[in-house]
């Protein structure tokens, strides 16, 4: 407090001035004030109810601007980031996305994925990256992994065919323990997976995995054991695809496989289970067998390709009743027998839930083709092939019955279907039918124009997928007629390829073929192998494919590439 002298020395001073010098002397306090605090007037009456001074809220005015301007330099430091996201991904022909990442195909090099590493920190919301099919970046992964600690929210990890060695598995197994939320890992086709490194990836993958796919990875038994020790720490697992190792099944007594199949009476989750070219023999389907009991999820069983099954399926058909919800069985080039056929009839009745049932390439499935019809749900039946079959007259007017429901017919291969071709189109149902598969059929020119007039009608007008290839016998007034009738408006493929050793010239129906591409919207891709045209035609053709993005598979019969991958029909059946 001040003292009394002081006081009465500060009146005595006034005293001794004038009244106008107080007056004045006022206003200037009063002026200062008001140009200290231009705002007082309106908010004095809220400091006076918070009590706050005027010191006060000018050092909160001063923490409120540094705030804000920490926030606008990490804004502005993201949009820099976001920045160089977008012109690294522009200069990969990729668009930017903050939650996908698609970069499959791309020829990254090692410099690309030490880039890409360097941007993961300003994609903090990222849930899926796929750099696949890039073999560049084998043995360098290590530099992408040491920055996955920043996407820690990442579901879909999928690096396909990246040429992957021991030390690039390692380093992805050690960050694996970062990415709690990771639900699908796709490590196939990739040879340097297997062979004892994998063990230590299978230790640290987190139990919210639902899919596991490790296609031709060269398992070995003891990775087959590692896997079947680990299905019990990852109770949400859905899928397993380890197609394509056939090295699984070697060894005494059947080699890894064996415990492997064991464990997996752990994977209650297991809707998916693909062994496709597993090496499996009759000896594993008695191990698969004995816990298919345990699979009550399960919609989609893969065992195909597996040839050493010839003779043995009753060991499994045995099981099959159980799975009262599989709705897809895969069973082509097995080498079945008549008598396995027969086990696998006696159980298709228990299989309710079935939707699509696959014995293409089993020659005597041709033989029991009626029966098999009889035992299968038509109703709900969506995919039958019977491709390579071996099928008859009375066999292929059995499969006629099925046709109603299926969305996707194949047939190819079957030399029966020529000439009675009407039979199989009268069967179609418009809405349903999807695709249609009619390679090497001896098709003739009344078959093709049969076909041309079911698109009149409207009655392929969903028709995505056609297939026609190594059907030369017929005529070119047949294929102009199926071009000019129309009605596909839904076709996406079709292949009209000759067979390796024939070539033709398509002058006669090009013509047709350039009026229909304008009525044909969704068509991508266009197969016409070995046939011939002049460049004219040729540019021609071209100059209406590139207007439309549609691909074009065409070389002359010199240069034929497509011969690697369409044999003719006897180098295509399984060998039994």
């Known amino acids: 407090m001040e003292s009394a002298d002081s006081q ?42 918070t009590g706050i001074s005027e010191d006060a809220e000018t050092e909160g005015r001063e923490e409120r601007g540094q705030r804000e301007g920490v926030s606008d330099g990490a804004e ?41 590493a360097t941007l993961l920190q300003f994609l903090p919301q990222l849930e899926e990256l796929d ?13 992408l992994t040491s920055h996955l600690q920043h996407v820690g929210g990442v579901r879909v990890l999928k690096l396909c065919s990246c040429r992957l060695n021991a030390d690039d598995i390692t380093a992805l197994g050690e960050v694996l323990a970062f990415m709690p939320h990771l639900e699908m890992l796709d490590l196939s086709w990739n040879s340097g997976v297997g062979g004892g490194t994998l063990q230590g990836l299978l230790g640290n993958l987190q139990p919210s995995l639902r899919e596991l796919h490790l296609v031709a990875c060269q398992l070995t038994e003891a990775d087959a054991a590692a896997l079947g020790g680990m299905v019990s720490s990852l109770p949400s697992l859905c899928v397993l695809d380890i197609s394509s190792n056939p090295q699984l099944s070697q060894g005494v007594n059947g080699g890894g496989f064996m415990e492997l199949a064991s464990s997996l009476s752990h994977a209650t989750s297991l809707t998916t289970l693909r062994l496709q070219a597993c ?49 897809s069985l895969d069973l082509h080039m097995c080498c079945l027998t008549h008598a396995d056929l027969e086990a696998l009839i006696q159980v298709l009745p228990s299989l309710t839930g079935l939707t699509e049932l696959d014995v293409s390439s089993n020659k005597e499935a041709g033989g029991v083709v009626h029966p098999l019809v009889s035992a299968l749900p038509l109703t709900q039946m969506r995919r039958f092939p019977l491709n390579s079959c071996s099928l008859n007259e009375e066999s292929f007017t059995a499969f006629a019955l099925a046709v109603p429901s299926l969305r996707s017919v194949d047939v190819s291969w079957c030399k029966v279907v020529g000439g009675r071709l009407a ?28 076909l041309a007039a079911v698109c009149r009608r409207g009655s392929l007008s969903s028709l995505r997928v056609l297939d026609l ?58 197969a016409l192998q070995r046939w011939t045209m002049s460049s004219h035609e040729r540019e021609q053709l071209n100059h209406s494919l590139r207007k439309r993005s549609v691909r074009l598979e065409w070389d002359p019969p010199s240069n034929d590439v497509m011969s690697l991958f369409k044999e003719s029909p006897e180098e295509s059946q399984p060998e039994e």
């Open 423 to 450: 039979q199989l189109l009268d069967a179609l149902q418009p809405p349903v039918i999807l695709e249609l598969h009619l390679s090497s059929c001896e098709l003739t020119t009344d078959d093709i124009c049969n």
């Open 76 to 116: 502005s430091g993201r949009d820099v980031g976001w920045g160089r996201v977008c012109v690294f991904l522009q200069r990969l022909g990729k668009k930017a996305d903050s939650r996908s990442l698609s970069l499959a195909h791309c020829d990254l090099t090692a410099t690309d994925l030490l880039e890409l």
């Open 469 to 526: 290839s190594y059907n030369g016998s017929a005529a070119d007034e047949g294929w102009s007629a199926l071009f000019a009738a129309g009605g596909l408006g839904s076709l996406e493929e079709v292949d009209l390829s000759l067979r390796p050793s024939t070539s033709a010239p398509c002058s006669a129906w090009l013509p047709a073929l350039l009026c229909a591409l304008p009525h044909l919207p969704a068509l991508t891709h266009l």
């Open 8 to 49: 009465r020395g500060r009146d005595s001073g006034s005293l001794r001035r004038s009244p106008l010098d107080v007056l004045m002397s006022q206003i200037r306090r009063k002026r200062s004030a008001s140009d200290r605090k231009p705002l007082g007037r309106f908010l004095s009456w809220s400091s006076d109810r």
């Open 279 to 327: 090496g499996l023999t009759e000896d594993s389907l008695d191990a698969l067998g004995g816990t298919l009991h345990c699979f009550t999820s399960l919609r989609e069983l893969d065992l195909s390709c597996n040839k050493s099954l010839s003779g043995g399926l009753d060991r499994l058909t045995l099981y099959l009743a159980h799975l009262t919800h599989l709705e």
């Open 131 to 143: 750099v696949s099919w890039n073999e560049l970046i084998g043995g360098c992964l290590r530099a």
